[in-house]
Every structure is written in C-alpha cells, then in structure tokens.
C-alpha cells in the first residue's frame, strides 16, 4: 500500500528552525512531485511548497518565500521542509502530499497524503 | 494570488438528499480544480481533479463540474459516511489556493 509518513514536528521557539522529513513508501518516489500542504488545527488548509520529481523546480507560498526550504532525497524516498525563521503563524499540522501527475511535473492534484506532523511555534 | 470561496459554510441534510457546494474562483483557472474531503483527525482526501474527473474508488454519487470561475461539487445520494468537511482547490496558479471549506452534517 502506498503510504507517506512525516516526522519531525516539534515544539520550537520563534526564530527557530526545524526540517521535516517524509518517507514514502510503495510508489515510484522519483516520478512523483510532492508538496507540503499545512493546516492550522480547526482551520482550513494551505499549500506551502511544491518540487519536481527530478529537483530541479521548486515553488513556493509567499508566507514561507525565503524562509523555507524544500528538497528531496530520491535514493531515500524522502522529502524534507527545512524551516528557518519560525514564526507563531506557522504552527500547524504540516501534511507531505504526492503529486498526481505523472513524469514528475506539479500539477497541483494530491492524491496521497501523510497523516501530519505537528509544529508549534512559541515561547 | 487567486482568492477561493464556498457556499454555503455549513449545510445539514438527511440520508438520501442531493446535496451542492459552490466554489468560486476570483478569476478564470480553466478545469484546473480539484474537491477534498477531510474528516476530523485525518488528511483531506481527493475526490475529483480537473472540475469533473473522478478519482478512482471514489464512490459515483460524487460529482464535479464547471470551469472557468464557478463549479459545483454534488452528492447524490448523502450517505452517513459523507459527512466531513469538503474543499475545492485551484491548480491553475501558484500558489495553488483552497476555498475555506464546507462542513456537510448528515442528520
């Protein structure tokens, strides 16, 4: 069964830094965009980053522009949000989403998604 | 950025009701539009893709349609099963946006 599982959320305090990882399992990693997606607790839900099969393109959500950081290791199955420069408005539940499209390109449908990985920020 | 919203907030109905939520986009995204469902504690699902293509294993009382600016996601049929909150969700431009969600109560 394709499966994503984020780990790495934390309690830190703004100003902060903290990276994310989300191993997939069951799918063709490589092939696949994948984005982050969060979503404040009780609130509605925010895209946040996006990058190719190949890392070779990244976006990213104005909120996190320069902040954030999304990379990859294919050899690992793995996905990675290094973020810097907390903020209180980024506490969420951070989601790693597959990319429907094929050949590696985002196009912005995620049909699997990780259960979440919480990070809190405050002091 | 494009600017997504849903009508109505809320909506409660009975088994057996046809059910419609709107989304609107603040300007044109062609088809490139997907609903979500979520239920409490998990992740959102993906319903439909492209305003109107179902996912497969999605049950078929679920339909999308539209393009342009407006769509509408149906439940045939509400089901027990069906209550959650439902977001559309626009892939036309980054950033790609989420409408603010609309809960379905089944009575």
């Known amino acids: 069964e394709m499966q994503l599982l984020e780990s790495g959320g934390d309690l830190v305090q703004p100003g902060g830094s903290l990276r994310l990882s989300c191993v997939a399992s069951?799918?063709?990693?490589?092939?696949?965009?994948m984005s982050w997606v969060r979503q404040v607790p009780g609130k509605g839900l925010e895209w946040v980053s996006a990058?190719?099969?190949?890392?070779?393109?990244?976006h990213y959500a104005d909120s996190v522009q320069g902040r954030f950081t999304i990379s990859r290791d294919n050899s690992k199955n793995t996905l990675y949000l290094q973020m810097n420069s907390l903020r209180a408005e980024d506490t969420a539940v951070y989601y790693c989403?597959?990319?429907?499209?094929?050949?590696?390109?985002?196009?912005?449908?995620?049909?699997?998604w990780g259960r979440g990985t919480l990070v809190t920020v405050s002091s | 950025d494009i600017q997504m919203t849903q009508s109505p907030s809320s909506v409660s109905a009975s088994v057996g009701d046809r059910v419609t939520i709107t989304c609107r986009a603040s300007q044109g995204i062609r088809n490139w539009l997907a609903w979500y469902q979520q239920k409490p504690g998990k992740a959102p699902k993906i319903l439909i893709y492209a305003a109107s293509s179902l996912l497969s294993g999605v049950p078929s009382r679920f339909s999308g349609s539209g393009s342009g600016t407006d769509f509408t996601l149906t439940i045939s049929s509400l089901q027990p099963e069906d209550s959650a909150i439902y977001y559309c969700q626009q892939a036309n431009t980054f950033p790609f946006t989420y409408g603010p969600g609309t809960r379905v109560d089944v009575k």
């Open positions: 990058i190719t099969g190949g890392a070779d393109r990244t």
């Open positions: 069951e799918f063709s990693f490589s092939s696949y965009a």
């Open positions: 989403a597959k990319d429907e499209g094929r050949w590696g390109n985002v196009v912005g449908y995620f049909d699997l």
